[in-house]
């Protein structure tokens, strides 16, 4: 696509997105069976120039990036669940008797690697990959372990990688569901559960429950400030409501997996959701004083954040998110 063509993309996109609300309900019975009460209505942004815009940013942005070097590494989390960590999301990996699920596949030049890494845990087929939400970071592996196994995920990680009811492409989830779904798997019941607009509007939390593991997916950046992709349904404060509630309803002694970062518990997750609501409150203040965005990003922050930093992603992108967030309509 032509750099114009993308731009007219990108402003037919945000003209549509200004048209357009959203409204959630609190996901509460987070992690407990209450939440398939769990309701939502969400008005839908079916632009397949957002899709192709996506696309192409994902596309571009990996371009560069010499996945021959990235090495996979597994990391038990508990009983039967595992944490591979390459280039990418976090992919989760429930192993046993009855084969292989796992949680996000990364990007497709990896696939190879991941699947070796998958032989090297179990032997056994694999039989479902679930998508936490629709960026090329989670889903780029899809077109190739979906061949085999069947790809769940909520209704709009399927819209917002173009696939129209009943069509069949490479990649795209063949199960949908649109508040929370259970799928029951070596010997537990692993819940995949939808979450109000935060990150995107297409992301869901993963608790296998036999095992205690929660799977954030990019609701979760361990350690370091989160993006929140405003132009692919995303909210900030829907992204820190949602945090605030994965923090109360997390079961006890839980392993978090992130969908960036290391293996984390309760205590990181605390930890990400005070800077959240820290570094908001403040750029909250500055807005309702009529700082401009570079007024904001000349203040800064706190040096206490600074490590928070990611190299993807500095302090003053974050306070851009933030601002741009909390301004919208
Ligand atoms: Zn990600
Ligand atoms: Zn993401």
């Known amino acids: 696509m032509k750099t114009q063509t993308l731009l007219t993309a990108q402003v037919e996109f945000e003209n549509r997105r200004k048209h357009c609300s959203r409204r959630g ?111 090329g970071d989670h ?65 869901s939390l993963i608790h296998f429950t036999g095992a205690n593991v929660v799977h954030m997916g990019d609701s979760f950046f361990s350690g370091r400030f989160p993006n929140i992709d405003l132009g692919g349904g995303g909210d900030v404060r829907g992204y820190i409501r949602n945090v605030g509630e ?8 839980a392993k978090v997996i992130p969908g960036h970062g290391p293996l984390s518990t309760a205590k990181e997750l605390n930890e990400f959701h005070e800077m959240l609501v820290e570094t908001s409150g403040i750029v909250e203040k500055a807005i309702a004083a009529g700082k401009t965005l570079d007024q904001v990003k000349a203040d800064g922050l706190p040096s206490k954040w600074k490590s928070w930093e990611a190299p993807t992603l500095g302090t003053s992108r974050w306070l851009e998110i933030l601002y741009q967030g909390l301004t919208r309509k």
């Open 246 to 253: 994965a923090v109360k309803k997390l079961p006890p002694d």
């Open 25 to 135: 309900n609190e996901a509460e019975g987070l992690f407990t069976p209450s939440c398939a009460s769990l309701r939502r209505r969400l008005p839908f942004l079916n632009s397949a120039c957002l899709t192709a815009v996506l696309l192409l940013q994902t596309a571009v942005a990996h371009a560069q990036q010499d996945f021959s070097k990235v090495e996979i590494k597994t990391i038990h989390v508990a009983k039967n669940i595992y944490m591979l960590q390459g280039a990418g999301g976090n992919i989760g990996v429930s192993v046993g008797p009855e084969g292989l699920l796992i949680v996000d596949d990364q990007f497709a030049p990896l696939a190879d690697k991941i699947e070796a890494a998958l032989k090297q845990l179990n032997p056994g087929k694999l039989k479902f990959v679930l998508n936490t939400h629709f960026h």
């Open 139 to 203: 889903t780029g592996g899809n077109a190739h372990f979906g061949r085999d196994a069947h790809i769940i995920a909520h209704a709009n990680v399927r819209k917002r990688l173009g696939g129209g009811a009943g069509e069949t492409k490479p990649g795209l989830p063949i199960i949908t569901f649109d508040d929370s779904l259970s799928v029951h798997f070596n010997g537990e019941e692993i819940r995949v559960i939808h979450v109000p607009p935060g990150h995107t509007d297409s992301d």
